[in-house]
């Protein structure tokens, strides 16, 4: 409506609301019946008449017609014309930018003639799932990342300069293409990643780059270099080795068995494998590479069936190496091996020893269901999730002994049950959350206990916290659900009085001494309900809301030296006798339902004391 006349029209057929509108332009001898998908009803029947009638021609959309002196388009210019199927221009082609997302999820069928354009931006032409081929011009600089991501018809391709830089993932999910030659410096991260009839890649003279996951989840089963590469050797054809034999840059997908000096004729010199080289390989089952100190990145990542790895003292194991690997036996490493995020996540190693001032970085270890024990030496750091998971059994049944009714509570798959811990460890967020069959954790002195470090440990009885520095936030806290017994869906909350139950999560401590402790964070040991007696050290000066709440059978606290109480510190727990001399502030309800509690001291300077501090304190 950009034209006086248009908005004036569409402002008249508003008004009188007409049954048919008849708009038409007689110079392309065309009639479009429908436009972006929008079907009215009989509008293709009259249509048909019209074209019977006329002589005219009958098409479903108008093409997008651009004028030849346009140059650049911008970004998600028609992102989401569902209904575009093709472009022409008025004239010569002129065209020579297209910006991200600026033709992502339209309906291209047929070949594209890009053979004017110099950049093709991120996400260009992603998610055109008619498109079948491109055709573009020695003009060419640019393919951005993703540019042809989805496009699971796109076959034909046509790339003439040899200029041409690469992005990440960009022909990521285009199941058609069989072939394909690259001769850009850096064939980037995931180009053909689940290019899924891919068979066959030439790797240009001028490659020198390869990146991770390049090749993942395709049918190639021999690799080709072309000659006069001087990065790359391929002397099977099955892997690629870089850095004069001493790195392994990538596998091929179909790679069955065993990878060793075997495979490469007894010719070893790997010392490196590189980013992803076997990532989700699943018919390797055993790597022997005895000289690699080094492995990047998702090496190994997915590899279903591996389940031997032999290589040397390791160095350095990058972010997710083994991920998702059924190994049971860690590789070597030692203090000083930097090992990256969630390394060996979701393997199945049944123990784990880290020796004296190592950081364990996040996730390292976590979700190992097999995992039983794990000793970890003095002066280390355990990053969040190091041993946590929050992989969930379907459900466990109970019996609950009401008209032998079974109902189901929320549990999770672990196998931890003994952690040793040394001297001056700081214990990470969530780092053992959710071990629910952890029994006992040997503690060494200072331990800073980190946010939910053990939270959902319901299984733990045994933990010496005499020597530990301090306790986060949660640290020994856990979730509670509750189990309808009428309806084991149902929510409590609809529920009637009585016909419900509340499952915990806390560690089941009975007797804890926190007399080295300089602080006790908000929530840390909230519904710990077998909780008797806390011991607390003389630094301690605030307890934070709900620090001991909802601990129903703690009776003994020593309270003679805090200052403050946070709100619903104490509450419905079973305290008797409280010393609350040196209180300065009793936040809200911080000793509500306390029904036991007959002695009290307080501060005789005064004590600021906010609402309910001690409603239902009915003894």
Known sequence: LGQMESRALAQLTEEIDPALVLAYHTQGKVIYWQFDDIQVPGAQALAEDFARTSGYGLEDVPPLVLPDTLETIGAEAFVGCTALEKISFSGDNNLKIINQNAFENCAFEGTLDLSSVCIISDYAFAGNQKLEGIKTGDALISIGSYAFAGCKKLSDITITSGKVKYGSYAFTGCESIKEFTVNAAVLPEGMFYECDNLEKVVIGKDVNEIGAFAFRDTKITKFEIAKGNRAFDCPTGEYILADKGKELVAVVPSLKGEFSAATMGGKDKVEVVGNGAFSHNTQINSVVLPNVYEVGDNAFAQNENLTNVQLGKLEYIGEYAFFEVPITVLPNFNKGTDIGKYAFAYTDITSVTIPNRMDVAEGVFSECDKLTTVVIGNDVVLGKYAFGTNKDESFKI???????????????????????????????????????????????ANAEIGYMAFYNCDSLTNIDLSKAKSIGDYAFSGDVYNVCLDDAMAYAAVSEEGTYIYTYHAPNLVNIDLSSATSVGAYAFTYCRELVNVKLGEEIKELPEYAFGGCIALQNINLDKIETIGDYAFMEDDLRSVDLSKVENIGEYAFVNNKNLTSLKLNEKGTDMAEGAFAYAQA
Do not use: M, P, Q
């Open 398 to 444: 109970e019996n609950y002994n009401l008209n032998d009714s079974k109902r189901f509570y929320y549990t999770f798959a672990t196998a931890l049950t003994s952690v040793t811990i040394g001297k001056n460890v700081v214990i990470g967020e969530n780092a053992f959350a959710n071990a629910a069959s952890l029994v006992d954790v040997t503690l060494g």
